[in-house]
């Protein structure tokens, strides 16, 4: 079978073909189930499939959804490479886990952030201390969440960014509109300022299957960044890091650090790597995110933005909900077979490159 047939429409298909692959790979199967339902009422879930024995010195991880929609992209790359039998000859002493959707009730939903309109990848920080500032995001928050998505009030918003990014440049437009901020609640990026389900979940898991490790790599896919089905490999450290130089080495020019404005994303407080250095405190740890492209940032810029208003205007009620749902969905997403095939076969070459670093 052709890696593309993997994908999947919704996310009741995309666990039901996810868990079937994994117990077809011989994969041990856990479930963490969350509090809420999905728009059918079906159970959501983070569920984990681990192949190779469960004191491993070295362990790969494959994280998807932690963007919610994005799971669209990271479940389908996942249920390839098990029904690939990607774990069938893994190294000595060395296990391969899958994480599959960190956020289900934002996959499910067709959103990128979590049932609290948090963004996940902004939440791991410490929230008992003074949250990171965002004075772009404060001066552009109505024109980031414009009043309604009529064509006057996007027209507007677009002005108002223009002009920022014409006085600040574009990498200062970039981090007003996707570094996080813990002030609006209601808007786009937010944070939170609590750890969320997702947030405690995650934690759980990797204390729970990797705690016994002593060298991880952690690979989280995501959308939305970038040429359309090209993969880049960020860093959220800097370029003079020891994990970076690790990364270098073992995927070479398709590594970039967020730090010093060499990435396609921007430097964000609270992203999963700080959540994996911290439960995995001592260890040589390696977490990244692997980002492929879609459409364009404007594109994706307009999604987000209709989500939002969304979500404060009825969410699921509202009459524009199904078309909204398949804009974001189309953002982070693409239902082409080229892309699919494209994408899964940079994260196989990336999760092949993992597993011959142990070896080393």
């Known amino acids: 079978m052709s890696a593309a047939s ?15 692959a994994a117990r077809a790979a011989g994969a041990r199967v856990n479930h963490h189930e969350h509090p809420l339902t999905g728009p059918g009422g079906e159970v959501l879930a983070t569920d984990v499939a681990r192949i190779g024995p469960k004191d491993a010195r070295y362990i790969l991880g494959i994280g998807s959804g932690t963007h919610g929609v994005e799971g669209y992209c990271g479940s389908g790359i996942q249920t390839a490479l098990l029904s690939e039998g990607f774990g069938r000859n893994l190294p000595p002493d060395t296990a391969a886990i899958f994480i599959h959707a960190i956020n289900p009730y934002g996959f499910a939903w067709n959103r990128r952030v979590n049932e609290d309109n ?32 009529s064509p006057e009030a996007m027209a507007e918003s677009r002005e108002k960014m223009k002009a920022y990014a014409e006085k600040h440049g574009h990498p200062a437009m970039q981090h007003a509109l996707s570094a996080g901020q813990y002030t609006h609640a209601d808007g786009v ?15 759980a898991i990797i204390r729970e299957e990797m705690g016994a490790a002593e060298r991880v790599i952690f690979v989280d896919i995501h959308t939305g960044l970038g040429a359309r089905g ?4 960020i860093c959220t450290d800097p370029e003079t890091a020891d994990t970076f130089k690790r990364m270098k080495t073992w995927w070479g020019p398709i590594v970039r650090s967020t ?32 980002e492929f492209g879609t459409v364009p940032i404007r594109e994706v810029t307009v999604a987000l933005q209709s989500d939002n208003w969304l979500h404060q ?12 749902a398949k804009t ?13 095939e494209a994408v899964t076969a940079q994260t196989r070459e990336v999760c092949a490159a993992a597993l011959r670093a142990f070896k080393t």
């Open 313 to 324: 205007n009825g969410g699921h009620k509202n009459p524009k909900a199904e078309e909204v």
């Open 118 to 149: 948090v963004d996940l990848n902004r939440n791991f920080l410490d929230h008992t201390k003074p949250h990171p500032e965002n004075p772009g995001y404060e001066e552009l928050a109505e024109a980031i969440n414009p009043r309604d998505l």
């Open 6 to 20: 993997h994908f999947s429409m919704t996310y009741r298909e995309a666990r039901d073909r996810f868990l079937q």
């Open 189 to 203: 990026q937010y944070g939170g300022r609590e750890p969320v389900w997702s947030n405690r979940t995650l934690r």
């Open 230 to 233: 090209t993969g880049e490999m």
């Open 259 to 290: 730090v010093g404005g060499g990435s396609i994303s921007s430097d964000v407080p609270g992203s999963i790597p700080v959540c994996f250095a911290e439960e995995l405190a001592g260890r040589e740890v390696t977490s990244g995110g692997l």
């Open 328 to 340: 974001i969905r189309d953002a982070f997403y693409i239902d082409a077979d080229d892309w699919k």
